[in-house]
């Protein structure tokens, strides 16, 4: 049953995954050691102070996820209260007042319904991606964190990550970059990693790779993650996946994961040697914006490594996404509990 909720007048079917104007965004703000209630506005616009320790310090942290429409009419939040922990992590790390969970997913209803018209209809493909921020806005010169804060969510209808959707993608292994320090913040989803990994991802694409592939910065013998995803390796029913200090603990991964256990697979977190490339049977980049996307060529120390036919998702990577995007969507019965009904 399709909703019967009004929708904004967008070609669904074709949105790109760029930002599109919705009516309101919500924010709080942190003065004298408390954060206020949200207020919800219409400025997509921000008057900062020209010394915030976000614009000199970096002192800013983010997340990502989705929100759907599903096959019954229903709208939905796919796992924001690991979106709200992973949040509190990031803002440990670099002395950001922790921003409360409740306050967070309350936050996220509000501007969801405020912006209803723009979730996407089911079956269009598209979704509702949310992005939290927090920024240390109270003026400072010198070196520490801010006294207060702004923390903000808005929200934006996007459709694929990548133009071709689930379609294979070349990768190549950035030797000569690194996207983050062996006990740095990598783990952390603040802005830094990102800056820091677009000289990798430009040098990728001018090699004709729309993926980059890190290694680990100590020895650049283990595989770390994809530029914007972590990677994921399929060998003999197992399910492989990094595990290192200086990656993103994706959410995404964690709930493939999950599904590959219960289709049987058996899952490995461990350290992955560059070497081991060759004997993965289909790799994926997997993350909140794309879910999945299939990896069909990694190219390292002039030898490409393919996987899969090279025209086409393996078979194991498209149902792990499938029933990944059937729960997400109400297909399937969302038996984990991971989505939250946004009335």
């Known amino acids: 049953m399709a909703s019967t909720k009004p929708k904004a007048d967008l070609d669904w079917g074709n949105l790109p995954f760029a930002y599109h104007k919705a009516d309101y965004n919500i924010r709080f703000y942190y003065r004298d050691g408390q954060w206020s209630a949200g207020e919800l506005v219409s400025d997509e616009f921000l008057s900062l102070h020209m010394a915030a320790p976000c614009l000199h310090y970096g002192q800013e942290a983010f997340e990502g996820l989705k929100v759907f429409e599903t096959e019954d009419g229903r709208i939905v939040s796919f796992r924001a209260v690991e979106n709200s ?78 133009k071709g959707g689930f379609t294979p993608v070349k990768a190549l292994v950035v030797e000569d970059f690194d996207r983050a320090a062996p006990n740095g913040v990598g783990d952390c989803k603040v802005g830094g990693n990102y800056a820091a990994g677009l000289g990798g991802g430009q ?35 197992t399910y492989v996946t990094p ?58 120390a002039g030898k490409d490594y393919r996987f899969g036919n090279g025209e086409s998702a393996g078979p194991v990577i498209t149902s792990l996404y499938k029933r990944l995007v059937d729960i997400q969507t109400g297909v399937a019965e969302d038996t984990y509990g991971w989505l939250e009904e946004i009335e």
């Open 85 to 162: 922990k992973r949040l509190q992590r990031s803002c440990d790390r670099i002395y950001i007042p922790r921003f409360p969970e409740e306050a967070f997913l309350d936050g996220l209803r509000q501007v969801v319904r405020a912006n209803s018209k723009y979730v996407p209809p089911f079956g269009t493909g598209a979704s509702l991606y949310v992005r939290p921020l927090v920024i240390g806005t109270g003026a400072r010169v010198g070196l520490g964190p801010a006294d207060e804060y702004i923390f903000i969510i808005f929200v934006t209808p996007v459709g694929p990550y990548y």
């Open 203 to 237: 040098f990728a694409k001018e090699k004709g790779y729309p993926v980059p592939l890190y290694l680990d910065s100590r020895e650049k013998r283990y595989v770390d993650e994809f530029g914007t995803s972590n990677f994921i390796g399929i060998k003999k029913k």
């Open 243 to 300: 595990a290192s200090r200086s990656i993103l603990p994706s959410i995404t991964n964690k709930s493939l994961a999950a599904i590959a256990e219960d289709m049987g697979m058996k899952v490995e977190r461990r350290k992955i040697d560059v070497a081991e490339l060759g004997d993965f049977e289909e790799v994926g980049a997997v993350g909140t914006a794309a879910v999945i996307t299939p990896v069909n060529c990694i190219h390292y």
